[in-house]
């Protein structure tokens, strides 16, 4: 195919009006070049261990930073923005648990992704061959670096990418071709002297500087896949799936959720002691098909313990003593036993004491011995 012989003008434009009639915000277009500056800041993250959660490289890094890398002959990228969520102003009733705005919602990804795959058809057909390839935050590309090189926002102290209209509750999603597409301006704007996603994030997780220590982050605190650090628990609060703290109180994303809200399509809190009880066919029915769906049922069951003991609601025990007792997963009653120790009620102890006798897993045995300990100064009656 040879692309001078198309318009390339009309083919972005084409492009950008199809993506916006299926629901776009905004679609810019950036150079595919290499982005080097982007590979160091990764390199300089991983090396701080910012995100060995998700055991990220420098081959990750190295990826990511070349959409060459997921197409040969990259030369364009096409960044598309959807907006969603709106901002739970109401406070969490009693024994419930928060979830993040993106999650109210099904699966963003399969939404976002037919969005770019329609788009990504257009393109091909307008060529006469494939030239494109998709990216929607499952692929190595650094998508909020290319939104922001594209101008179609700015990345914020919350390391979040904002939009001017829709501010940071957008999701991403990029479009990959082999045609030199016009590229877009950059967005020359930063987030100033302004620094409450900084103050309001509870674990101290972002530095102020544009990075984020992940390993401290609520939002993936709740999605890894093995315990929660001890000492990070209480600071989870209420949230059972991801957090929106740092977003909530973001100026340009308050400004355009007041312009432009939309209504909740799912309620933002859910029962915490039916997640507790919850087994994976309730889960496969409730949360499959939703962004809260791929990690499993375990994981969530994990959250809702640790948040019922932040709930400091000793109408939890009973639950939790009934979950203890049942629950086959150890890394769920790990968390169990850290819940009944946070609310330390003389029933929660004696229930502790109990399952020490009786409880075979190493490392529940710890947990145990260590909410017993933590216990004993605020029991009673």
Request: glycine share 8%; charged share 25%.
């Amino acid at each position: 195919m040879n692309s001078a012989n198309l318009n390339l003008a009309e083919v972005k434009e084409r492009a950008v009006r199809t993506a916006m009639a299926l629901g776009a915000a905004s679609v810019r277009v950036v150079s595919a070049a290499p982005d080097a500056q982007s590979r160091r800041r990764m390199a300089e993250a991983f090396a701080r261990g910012d995100f060995t959660t998700w055991r990220y490289d420098d081959r990750y890094a190295r990826q990511a930073t070349d959409p060459g890398k997921l197409l040969a002959g990259a030369r364009s990228v096409l960044c598309v923005a959807v907006p969603y969520g709106s901002i739970a102003t109401s406070p969490t009733p009693r024994l419930r648990g928060r979830v993040s705005n993106y999650a109210w919602l099904p699966d963003y990804h399969r939404g976002v992704r037919s969005l770019l795959q329609s788009v990504a058809r257009e393109i091909d057909a307008a060529a006469g061959c494939a030239v494109t390839a998709i990216a929607c935050d499952t692929r190595p590309l650094a998508e909020r670096a290319l939104a922001a090189r594209s101008g179609l926002g700015w990345v914020g102290k919350h390391t979040n990418v904002i939009s001017p209209e829709f501010g940071s509750f957008v999701f991403l999603g990029e479009i990959v071709t082999t045609l030199d597409l016009a590229a877009d301006a950059t967005l020359r704007k930063t987030c100033g002297s302004c620094r409450r996603c900084v103050d309001a994030c509870p674990t101290r997780a972002l530095r102020g500087d544009y990075t984020i220590d992940a390993t401290r982050c609520i939002s993936d605190l709740t999605q890894r896949a093995d315990g929660i650090p001890t000492e990070m628990r209480s600071l989870v609060g209420d949230w059972v799936w991801g957090c929106d703290l740092c977003q909530l109180v973001c100026p340009p994303t308050v400004a355009a959720e007041r312009s432009h809200r939309r209504e909740q399509p799912t309620p933002a809190f859910v029962d915490l002691v039916a997640l507790l009880r919850m087994r994976s066919g309730e889960f496969k029915r409730r949360y499959r098909a939703t962004a809260m769906g791929w990690r499993g049922a375990a994981v969530l069951r994990r959250n809702a313990a640790v948040a019922l003991g932040n709930s400091l609601d000793r109408a939890a025990v009973p639950a939790l003593i009934e979950s203890l007792r049942s629950e086959r997963n150890a890394m769920v009653r790990g968390h169990v036993a850290w819940a009944l120790g946070r609310l330390g009620s003389p029933p929660a102890i004696a229930e502790l004491q109990r399952a020490c006798a009786s409880e075979r897993d190493a490392g529940v045995c710890g947990e145990i011995a260590s909410a017993l300990q933590g216990a004993q100064g605020v029991a009673a009656p």
